[in-house]
């Protein structure tokens, strides 16, 4: 074989090589763009390139694997829920507390779930892995300042903090409908119990029903003794014998 078609073949190799890797690459990043959503093009932007951004991204989801991350009991998800419902209805008369309490609520569930939720940096990394389709909005909220926010961005943040909530918890609409329905059930049965007197009650005495006399045999007797009476009387009064 000639010199010459040992290089063609040489660079044919090389070509294909550098395809497949590029191809690879694409595949890749376009998974990691699904994955994260908005998040993947704030960090290109943040760092400078999408190099940079695929390998910060391919690092945190190595941190994250390394992190006891589960989901919540029904039971917990039943608790979580009626904690939101609570705090949405707080919301109409004091929503800065409302959206207050949301962000809580939020990272206790990110606690019960395994994340780090005493180190945000740390949180927020591994929310961006589990739910990037949430993150992005749920940051903004992270910055706001409720007490000088006006009603409409308390509402926004409020909107935003419940995509985060539903996506921790599981319980977003139009996903898992019978651990919905599992949950729900739960939820109405622990309200049930707590509704439900803690003390028992005193067993009342029972009275036993008096005795009624059979009216018949009553009137049986009223006219034995009337008889017996006007006997006694018509005794009494006859004239004595001659």
Known sequence: MSTGAIIGIVIAVIVVVAVVVV????????????QFGPEYDRLVEKLG?????????????????????????PEQQASYSGDW???????????????????????????????????????????????????????????????????????????????????????????GEPARDRVAAIRDRNAVVDNEPHTAAAAEPVTAEPVTADPVAEDRDLAARDEERAAENASRTAYPPR
Not at 23 to 34: D, F, Q
Not at 117 to 124: H, N
């Open 49 to 73: 390139s999408k190099r940079k951004a695929d390998a910060e991204l391919a690092e945190r989801q190595r941190r994250v694997r390394g992190l006891n991350i589960h989901d919540l009991s």
């Open 23 to 34: 191809a690879s690459a694409e595949m890749r990043r376009a998974k990691l763009r699904r």
């Open 85 to 175: 419902a609570a705090i949405q209805e707080r919301f109409v008369d004091t929503p800065a507390e409302a959206v207050g309490a949301a962000h809580t609520l939020i990272w206790n569930v990110m606690r019960d779930r395994g994340y780090p939720a005493d180190d945000r940096t740390a949180s927020l990394d591994a929310l961006a892995v589990y739910h990037g389709s949430s993150m992005e909005d749920y940051r903004t909220t992270l910055n706001l300042r409720a007490d000088t926010a006006s009603t409409e961005e308390l509402r926004e943040a409020m909107i935003r903090n419940r995509a985060m909530f539903e996506d921790l918890t599981g319980l977003r609409e139009g996903h």
